[in-house]
């Protein structure tokens, strides 16, 4: 069902052989597009896309991905600055989430999506006709009436781009009031035909504006003279059949079914046949070579309230059928059906079968689940349901759907999952959504996507996370971060307002349909609302999600959505997202808000959970990396700060990998000694229970050796989380304030790998001064714990010499695949901690756990050493002489570049110098043996000269290029220091 091409079955084949439409154009639309029909009277057809998560339930990461993915191709077309300045406005229902995610992928760019649900107290900035849909006015109603008004771009984004006519009336109508230069339509298929691209052409040359395309596929839908018409009979044809079949004579097969007319109970699913293949089941009944399937009829019977009389020719497959929506008031079902006055208590009571039959399996009796649920597949004529039917073909054979199940299922509202939503975020971009706002939910996602894995049962393989019509982008959202970190297949869909005929058919895109009442009290009164594909998919649980303004009794009446899904899954569940409501009080969120809990692996970073907590938000589907010479130019011109960007991670080559693994091998017990004495020395003079708080990233594999040696040597569970400290710009303040709020700050001690000029132990001094200026809570202690101080900048280290510590030889392989520490503006909230990205695309070449692991194995070794090692430190004079800062004002004098910050010291810094900056030369100590290798070697891939130098206190110092036109990181005398 997650396909458009099923086992090489096209699911536009059936509607293709009916009505002869042709789908042509690129390779990727047959992947991208099946095909359906609907009850519209001005288009019978309707595309179905494989991508969008409306319709067909599909992996939420290639949801999210292919509108992520038309966002980066907008920003590209754009150009950072312009797509800095744009807005994003997504079509509604359909295109809510799309939009969304689109405007993800332009980066900044905040996001409105139009709505059909008026919200009082907000008045509408404009509003446009979508002329072909079943629904066809949209408002626009933003919280910031200047959203629209700014002359940036205007991205305008739907599913489906077919003639243009949409786009015209929304840009007349805005043009009119918010004139602009330029826009850009973003669909996932471009459908438009030849005169529809010349018309939109001229439309922008009437207005002055231009006017971009991007989709991710472009063809043509061709239709035979007459289709609307004969769309409209086949359906019609089709449906009257259905009721026929149902009202086979003595058969009563059906109440109806997804209806609430009347006090009838409303139901589920009906099960009908397709017709042969390659034509149209005959009137007045089916066709003896119809095989059976699944099929939900929709409309009315024609008018007088009496299903028409049917019947099973020959042998054929005769279906039980359910009448959507229910006969008038007062009028009966074909002989032998239950009435629509029927109590809805005996709903599930079918009328005898024909003669040898058997009631369709799925009904429940008494006061069991009400609605009437048909046997899958239909039993074969003569009434007894078989394992395969007359041509042999075994039990969903022809398509994906399963039995409802048949057992009793529960009648009590499902289970509730608080997700702790973020106090006043938007559900979504009716109002408005902006970078802040997603920020804000990334942050979030971790949390929530935990508390749904919790809930669900152990047993669960498989979970749909059913959104709610315009409610698309939080639960896709949700449900992404679900797959990502839950051992579960998941996958995504949502309700809709559009009523579409289902045939189980793999040839078919809409195979099953869920009917139910309207849950959300909308404007245009009450009606039917559907869920596709979901009955008989497979799914051992659904999470539904709502928003507040949709949790009504509706929702859990008997023939509501809830109960709906419970007869198609062993499990539902339910979620609900506080509806926001502009100006309101739930709007308002306190400040400062609650801080999120710390990220964990395996959701963030490859540790495992309890390894470090990270303090952090998670920005890894923002594109936050620049080419090394872009960058630097940027930081010397003071164009940007180094923390607004990353650089690209460095992808080792497999000699440079041997050189890493030979000096693990190497070092490993000098490591294993180092961090246990470090360890001994925090223990012993500073908090006999200490709270480890690393200086992300580099300082995050010291504080779990750090851990890890408590544990082994004394029985310790420390508490260890990861903190962002930026040149420049101080620690993160609100990670201080967790961590205050969350442990005596006496007794957090932050942790880094090394020392250089000690630039870093300056910085959190400072920062440390300023937070108890600004919050007025004191007792964190600014002195840092390091594996090597060999600048002499710190009185608690675990040795002074200047070696080759591994981890400094890689960037995020080593450090959990965490980028370095991110802050930005437009990114990071007064209220929010800084960022980092996690790299799980570069998992296979992780050695971040080996690491740990190949030094922890030393510890037994290095038991003795450690302690004579912690004994001698505890008696030296350890006071900071800081003898670095000394070396490095020289060099930077003796070499003429008269900037220390361009001056880097020691092992660990030089390798950072070779990875991500511009290296101008290396000073080598005369003599320095293994632990240069992998120096050495990078240097000689960038080619950069080593010099020799008898007189240096470091092993090592790497010189950035004092003249680089570019830009020579630091210039501006805050430069990264990892």
Not at 125 to 134: I, L, P, V
Request: aromatic share 6%; net charge negative; with cysteine.
């Amino acid at each position: 069902m997650n396909n458009a091409v099923n086992n090489g079955v096209w699911s536009g084949s059936w509607v293709a052989e009916r009505l002869g439409v042709q789908l042509v154009g690129d390779d990727e639309l047959k992947q991208m597009l099946g095909l359906a029909l609907r009850r519209n009277p001005k288009r019978a057809h309707l595309l179905v896309s494989n991508v969008l998560g409306k319709h067909v339930p599909q992996s939420p990461s290639v949801v999210y991905g292919a509108g992520f993915a038309l966002g980066r191709r907008v920003r590209e077309l754009l150009g950072a600055a312009e797509a800095g300045d744009a807005v994003v406005l997504g079509y509604a229902e359909t295109a809510t989430g799309l939009g969304h995610a689109v405007a993800d992928g332009v980066g900044d760019a905040p996001y409105l999506h139009s709505t059909r649900r008026p919200v009082a107290g907000v008045a509408p900035a404009g509003g446009f006709e979508e002329s072909h849909s079943h629904a066809t006015s949209h408002l626009l109603l933003p919280e910031d009436p200047g959203l629209l008004a700014g002359d940036g771009p205007l991205v305008l984004v739907d599913d489906e781009f077919s003639t243009g006519n949409t786009v015209l009336n929304t840009v007349r109508d805005l043009h009119a009031r918010y004139p602009r230069r330029r826009y850009v339509v973003v669909a996932l298929v471009d459908m438009r035909s030849a005169a529809d691209v010349g018309r939109l052409e001229e439309f922008a040359r009437e207005i002055g504006a231009r006017v971009d395309l991007v989709a991710a596929a472009s063809g043509t839908v061709r239709l035979p003279e007459g289709v609307l018409e004969r769309g409209q009979a086949l359906v019609a044809r089709y449906e009257a059949e259905s009721a026929a079949a149902g009202s086979s004579s003595g058969a009563g097969a059906g109440a109806g079914a997804g209806s609430s007319s009347g006090a009838g109970a409303s139901g589920s699913v009906a099960q009908f046949p397709a017709p042969p293949s390659g034509g149209v089941a005959a009137e007045g009944g089916l066709s003896s070579a119809a095989p059976s399937g699944l099929v939900a009829q929709f409309p009315a019977p024609p008018s007088g309230g009496v299903a028409a009389e049917g019947s099973s020719s020959g042998a054929g497959a005769s279906g039980l059928v359910a009448q959507f929506p229910a006969p008038p008031s007062g009028g009966v079902v074909a002989e032998g059906g239950l009435s629509s006055a029927a109590p809805s208590g005996s709903a599930g009571q079918l009328p005898a079968p024909p003669s040898g039959g058997v009631a369709a399996e799925g009904s429940s009796s008494g006061a069991g689940a009400s609605g009437l649920v048909a046997q899958f597949p239909a039993p074969p004529s003569g009434g007894v349901a078989a394992e395969a039917d007359q041509q042999g073909n075994p039990p969903g054979a022809r398509g994906t759907a399963r039995p409802a199940p048949t057992g009793p299922q529960a009648t009590n509202d499902p289970a509730r999952i608080d997700l702790h939503w973020p106090p006043g975020l938007p559900d979504g971009g009716r109002h408005g959504f902006t970078p802040a706002h997603r920020i804000r939910l990334e942050a979030a996602l971790p949390a929530m996507a935990a508390r749904l894995a919790e809930a669900l049962p152990a047993d669960t393989r498989r979970v749909l996370v059913l959104g709610f019509e315009e409610l698309m982008y939080a639960p896709l959202r949700i449900a992404r971060e679900l797959e990502r970190s839950a051992d579960v297949e998941v996958r995504y869909s949502t309700t809709t307002r559009s009523p579409v005929l289902a045939v189980d058919d793999p040839g078919y895109a809409i195979r099953t349909r869920l009917a139910f009442p309207a849950h959300d009290d909308p404007a245009d009164g009450p009606g039917e609302r559907y869920a596709y594909n979901v009955a008989g998919a497979g799914f051992d649980a659904v999470i539904a999600v709502v928003d507040s303004a949709a949790d009504t009794p509706e929702l859990h009446a008997p023939e509501g959505l809830l109960a709906q899904l419970a007869a198609h899954t062993p499990h539902v569940l339910l979620a609900v997202v506080p509806s926001y409501v502009p100006g309101a009080p739930s709007a308002r969120p306190e400040r400062p808000p609650m801080l999120p809990e710390p990220l964990r692996g395996p959701a963030f970073s490859s540790y495992d959970p309890e390894e470090v907590g990270w303090l952090l938000q998670d920005l890894s589907d923002v594109t936050l990396e620049a080419p090394t010479e872009e960058r630097e130019e940027a930081i010397q011109s003071g164009g940007a700060h180094y923390a607004e960007s990353l650089p690209v991670e460095y992808q080792p080559s497999e000699q440079y990998q041997a050189l890493f693994h030979a000096a693990l091998e190497e070092t490993a017990a000098r490591l294993a000694q180092a961090a246990g004495a470090v360890t001994e020395l925090v223990l012993a003079e500073r908090s006999p229970r200490p709270v480890l708080v690393s200086l992300a990233r580099a300082g995050t594999p010291v504080g779990v050796l750090m851990r890890r040696w408590a544990q082994f040597r004394h029985g310790l569970e420390l508490p260890h989380y990861a903190v962002s400290i930026v040149r420049g710009r101080g620690i993160d303040a609100n990670a201080l304030r967790w961590l205050a709020a969350h442990h005596d700050p006496r007794d957090v001690v932050f942790v880094d790998g090394w020392t250089g000029k000690g630039a870093i132990t300056r910085e959190l001094a400072e920062a440390i001064r300023e937070f108890e200026a600004s919050d007025g809570i004191t007792g964190f202690d600014p002195e840092i714990a390091v594996l090597a101080d060999p600048g002499s900048c710190v009185r608690t280290y675990g040795t002074r010499d200047d070696y080759l510590i591994p981890s400094a030889c890689l960037n995020s392989t080593v450090s959990g695949l965490i980028s370095r520490t991110v802050l930005r503006a437009d990114l990071v909230g007064p209220h929010d901690y800084h960022g980092a990205k996690f790299y799980r695309e570069l998992a296979d070449a992780d050695v971040s756990v080996a690491f740990l692991d190949a030094v922890s194995a030393r510890f037994p070794e290095v038991v003795d050493a450690v302690e004579a090692t912690a004994k001698e430190l505890l008696s030296a004079d350890r006071a900071p002489t800081w003898e670095g800062w000394a070396a490095v004002e020289r060099i930077s004098e003796e070499y003429g570049i008269h900037d220390v910050n361009l001056v880097k010291p020691g092992v660990g810094e030089t390798t950072r110098v070779l990875l991500r900056r511009v290296p101008w030369k290396i000073l080598a100590r005369a003599g320095a043996g293994a632990d240069l290798d992998h120096v050495r070697l990078l240097a000689e891939q960038r080619g950069v000269p080593v010099e020799e130098v008898t007189e240096l206190p470091y092993t090592c110092v790497g010189l950035i290029h004092p003249k680089y036109t570019r830009g020579a990181t630091g210039a501006d005398g805050r430069a990264v220091n990892l």
